[in-house]
């Protein structure tokens, strides 16, 4: 079985900085995708970014130029670097890994930005 593990959540003013990270464990093949999803209150889970194994990645307009998604291969963890945080990002923000068609999530980390 897989499990993820995410750490990195909090409470952060608007304007400032947080870095998730999700460490993967289990049986799961090399080549994969992993990365984030969030969900705010009353709204559908909506992807973050993604990075693939070999790098390529993927990211919502919404954060373009605030977040930056990377992965440590050797370490099977993803992390995820928020800057110029908005109230509008706040929300619970779940690790995905996606492998030979299985998905898998993490049990989400709350981020709360205050204006």
């Known amino acids: 079985q897989v499990q993820l593990v995410e750490s990195g959540g909090g409470l952060v003013q608007a304007g400032g900085s947080l870095r998730l990270s999700c460490a993967a464990s289990?049986?799961?093949?090399?080549?994969?995708?992993m990365g984030w999803y969030r969900q705010a209150p009353g709204k559908e889970r909506e992807l973050v970014a993604v990075?693939?194994?070999?790098?390529?990645?993927n990211a919502a307009d919404s954060v373009k130029g605030r977040f930056t998604i990377s992965r440590d291969n050797a370490k099977t963890t993803v992390y995820l670097e928020m800057n110029s945080l908005r109230p509008e990002d706040t929300a619970v923000y779940y690790c995905?890994?996606?492998?030979?068609?299985?998905?898998?999530w993490g049990q989400g980390t709350q981020v709360t930005v205050s204006s």
């Open positions: 995905y890994l996606k492998s030979l068609g299985n998905i898998f």
């Open positions: 289990g049986r799961f093949f090399s080549g994969n995708v």
């Open positions: 990075v693939t194994s070999g790098g390529n990645t």
